[in-house]
């Protein structure tokens, strides 16, 4: 899955396993801290719906910026170009901006604990069921993937052994969660955001100083990899080729609607943040200000890819030397002194751990939530679930240890998460925005068109793609297609299924259709009593539609630069 070149090892000293050990002890300090305010499940799971938005807001992006993200982007970047950046501006600020503006109402109002909590409320417990268990494999799939990463990455720069990388990492993870529940793992997100940036800045303004600047790196790239290795459209017409692979088409649809609007909008282990916040104001502020640096994260995430293409031009190209996944620690090793390298190395830890924790804290509420108590153990006492979160919570964290493995024949590991997006987060997409928009859609619609499109996604990559039966160039432009036929197939289904079984009555629907309205979604909690309205959230610029508008914009603004 990530295979680092020998000879990466980093020159750290005494001083950078300094800054690396006071991490992990603010890291453990926040879950004690955050422990005094768990007295109850909902404390656990979902910090007692009391958090700020700026804190949900930065916890969001970072439950999202994990080492996974950074190593992955960064190897996209050194290995398709520019043509990364449709992963955020097209392929999230847009789906972001939907989630605060349309669902949250829908989420936060009904006052569900989870996603697949929603399905059970809109089509009933067969979706449910097949959701919340699809969910929860996918996140320990994921959660694997980040701690058997860094101890990976962590063997190569600092030459620890792999079990004690992921001993180390497993422990403080399942600690600072265990101990504190989701506020521990929030706020420790927003810590590792600030970690992350004071890592990436510095690497990438010296990587640029290093190779001329833009214009020097624009240079270089241009003369060796062709003008459109920087521009983000050139070379995406229908029958044209280029590194990505992919088509104006395929992105557009393919990336941008219905992989994105499927991960953002449906995956738990972000929506989750925005549950946990401490009104409806707030939750739909939440992915609203995340989109603000998520739309600048690619200057230090894809350009250090790009850098590292010209400082290392073999990067990639043979299978015993530099690979891909090389691009970020290549440049630790090469351009970072002693104290800021331990920064550096901090901060790779601090996004690995960024995003197992968002992860593992989904995982245990929805194993436990929509699965445990569900299903298995009905109606025991409140203290009873609170202790089979924590039980769950080093389960999942051990499933996490054995689950990444499997993903070890992906040189480029956001090929292999992008895979789990379109087998999972596609589907649970079409049922959700066909549920939410269509009063008719039935019961059984919701279930067979999400079991369909999960399968449909699965047969076309696995058969179609992998066994040759169709011809696409890349593992990206595979994943695009392959979301693409899970949509389409869905919904199809879906639309079959309910023009023969019978809808769900109307009065059952309030606040999980669009154009009807739940008590919440009128500043009401679920018994008609006025919830309190935090003080300054009729302010201007706390508007959603203000904040959400502005960063489409500003993403679109961004395209300019590199679209001529």
Sequence with gaps: MITLAEGLRLPTNALDYTILALYFIVVLGIGFAARRSVRTSLDFFLSGR???AWVTGLAFVAANLGATEILGMAANGAQYGTYTVHWYWIGAIPAMV????????????????????FLLHRFGPSSHLLSSVIFAVSSVLIAGV???????????????PQWVAIVVAGFFVLAYITIGGLSSAIYNEVLQ????????????????????GWDGLNHSLSSSHGEAFLTAWKGTGIGESNP?????????????????????????????RALSAKNLSAA??????????KVLIPMVVIVPGLIALVMEPTLGKSADGLQYNDAIPVLMRDLLPNGVLGIAVTGLPAAFMAGMAANVSSFNTVFTHDIWAAYLKKGRADAYYLATGRV?????????????????????????????????????????????FWKRTSAAAGF??????TVAAMVNYFWFYQQGVISLPSDQGANFVSSIVAFVVGALVMVAVTLVTKPKPADSLAGLVYGTRSPGMDGRDVDGREEPAAEGDDAWYRKPALLGWGAVVLAAACYVPFSF
């Design 284 to 293: 739909r502020r939440t992915p609203l200000i995340a989109a603000f640096p």
């Design 98 to 117: 939907f989630l605060g503006l349309v669902m949250m109402p829908f989420y936060y109002s009904s006052k569900v604990r989870s996603v697949p909590e």
């Design 146 to 160: 980040n701690l058997y990463a860094m101890a990976i990455v962590l063997q190569a720069l600092l030459g620890w």
């Design 50 to 52: 009391s958090l700020p």
């Design 448 to 453: 067979w068109g999400l079991l369909s499109g």
């Design 193 to 212: 955001f600030f970690v992350i940036l004071a890592a990436l800045i510095p690497l990438t303004v010296v990587g640029l100083k290093r190779v001329g």
């Design 392 to 436: 769950v919570t080093a389960v999942g964290v051990l499933i996490g240890m054995g689950t990444a493995f499997i993903a070890s024949s992906f040189s480029n590991i956001m090929n292999y998460l992008q895979t789990l997006f379109s087998f999972f987060n596609v589907p649970l997409f079409v049922v959700f925005v066909i549920g939410m």
């Design 244 to 272: 990505l692979g992919a088509n104006w088409l395929t992105i557009v649809l393919g990336l941008g609607f219905v992989m994105s609007f499927g991960y953002w909008t449906t995956n738990f282990a972000e929506v989750q």
